[in-house]
Structures are given as structure tokens and as C-alpha cells.
T-cell receptor, first 112, second 114 residues
Framework: RKEVEQDPGPFNVPEGATVAFNCTYS??????FFWYRQDCRKEPKLLMS?????NEDGRFTAQLNRASQYISLLIRDSKLSDSATYLC?????????????WGAGTKLIIKP | DVKVTQSSRYLVKRTGEKVFLECVQD?????MFWYRQDPGLGLRLIYF???????EKGDIPEGYSVSREKKERFSLILESASTNQTSMYLC?????????????FGDGTRLSIL
């Protein structure tokens, strides 16, 4: 089992729709969680950190479910510019201050 | 804004060549990382460094070495390039050894080994 697993997609979604995808992680001691966004042929950029209480940034909402070991990303009122690959990232434990475990990404395509 | 600069966006080299990829960050970050990214796989850590002259192996260090002589610069070296090292290489930095700090990436280098 991979340490961090994501559905690769692609998710084809009409503009204006709501889309959600999950990411599961295997290490129950994992401490920190992030969503990054990567545009085609570009570098990953931090979208948002994921807090235990969940967090929201405009149209984006991230949730953490420790019991089931997954994090989720919800995008409301999707825009064409949301088309990208979304990478789930996990810091495994307190001893891994440097290392992050990266999912392979979920590709999202927003269609007009 | 954090700026992480990689020396080349695209690079083509031949099998057996020694290849240098350079990365510079301007935010005085302690940590620097080299990853490679291949289709269908997550970013895989090659090496990282948490201080000048310090280096640690990541998940896939074989065939690579690194150098960190100055805090702002972290170099990745392919000792004898092979075709299976054709990949996208990403350099990243982060501010400290502890805490919930995200990593900031350079634009990436698309390296092709012929």
C-alpha cells in the first residue's frame, strides 16, 4: 500500500460545479497535511495547509479525518482556472521534520 | 516572496556525462531539497540538506550526489548520467527544522539523457 494515495482522475467537471476529492494516508502518526496545486509543466505551489478543525479559503475547503486517515479538498463554484493537478502531501511524524510524503496527484479538468 | 531559482528549465545530456543542476534560494532557508517527478508517481526525494555542508539521503539517492557549500545554494550532481535519470527535477526550500512549514519550489528542470 502506498503511503499516500490519490485517485489520479482526471475529474472532468463543468464550470460552476462543486468537486471534491480525497487522499488517504497510511501512517496514523502523521502530523501535518497540505494540498498543493501543480499546473501543467510547472512547479507545485502550496494551496492550503489542512488543520485538524478543517479550514476554508474562499471557494476551497480542506478537511482532515484522522479516524479514517484521509484528507479531502472541496472546490465550490469551480472556475476554468482551477484546472490543475492537486497534490496531497503528508508529514509522517514528529521525527520527520524535513521529509514530506507526496501523493501522485489528482488531475482536475474544468470544462466550460 | 520566496524565490527558488533553478539554473536551467530544459537540459539535454548524453549517457555517461556528469551533470550539475544548481538551485539557489533567496530567503535564508535552512532546509533545501531535491526531488524528481515522473508521470504517475509522486515527488520522490533524492537528497535534502538542513544546514551548510550537511546532507541526508532521501528515498532514491542512488546515482546522485549533492553539495551545499553555501546556505543559499544546493547542487545536485548526476555522477554518470543514465537514460533512467530522464525526469523533471525540482528543488525546494523551507524555513526551519521544525514546525508546519511548507516547501517552496523552483520552476523545475526537465532533464533528458540521450
Amino acid at each position: 500500500r502506498k503511503e499516500v494515495e490519490q485517485d489520479p482522475g482526471p475529474f472532468n467537471v463543468p464550470e460552476g460545479a462543486t468537486v471534491a476529492f480525497n487522499c488517504t494516508y497510511s501512517n496514523s502518526a502523521s502530523q501535518s497535511f497540505f494540498w498543493y496545486r501543480q499546473d501543467c509543466r510547472k512547479e507545485p505551489k502550496l494551496l492550503m495547509s489542512v488543520y485538524s478543525s478543517g479550514n476554508e479559503d474562499g471557494r476551497f475547503t480542506a478537511q482532515l479525518n484522522r479516524a479514517s486517515q484521509y484528507i479531502s479538498l472541496l472546490i465550490r463554484d469551480s472556475k476554468l482556472s482551477d484546472s490543475a493537478t492537486y497534490l496531497c502531501v503528508v508529514r509522517p511524524d514528529m521525527d520527520s521534520n524535513y521529509q514530506l510524503i507526496w501523493g501522485a496527484g489528482t488531475k482536475l479538468i474544468i470544462k466550460p | 516572496d520566496v524565490k527558488v531559482t533553478q539554473s536551467s528549465r530544459y537540459l539535454v545530456k548524453r549517457t555517461g556525462e556528469k551533470v550539475f543542476l544548481e538551485c539557489v534560494q533567496d530567503m535564508d532557508h535552512e532546509n533545501m531539497f531535491w526531488y524528481r517527478q515522473d508521470p504517475g508517481l509522486g515527488l520522490r526525494l533524492i537528497y535534502f540538506s538542513y544546514d551548510v555542508k550537511m546532507k541526508e539521503k532521501g528515498d532514491i539517492p542512488e546515482g546522485y550526489s549533492v553539495s551545499r557549500e553555501k546556505k543559499e545554494r544546493f547542487s545536485l550532481i548526476l555522477e554518470s548520467a543514465s537514460t533512467n535519470q530522464t525526469s523533471m527535477y525540482l528543488c525546494a526550500s523551507s524555513p526551519s527544522r521544525t514546525g508546519n512549514q511548507p516547501q517552496h519550489f523552483g520552476d523545475g528542470t526537465r532533464l533528458s539523457i540521450l
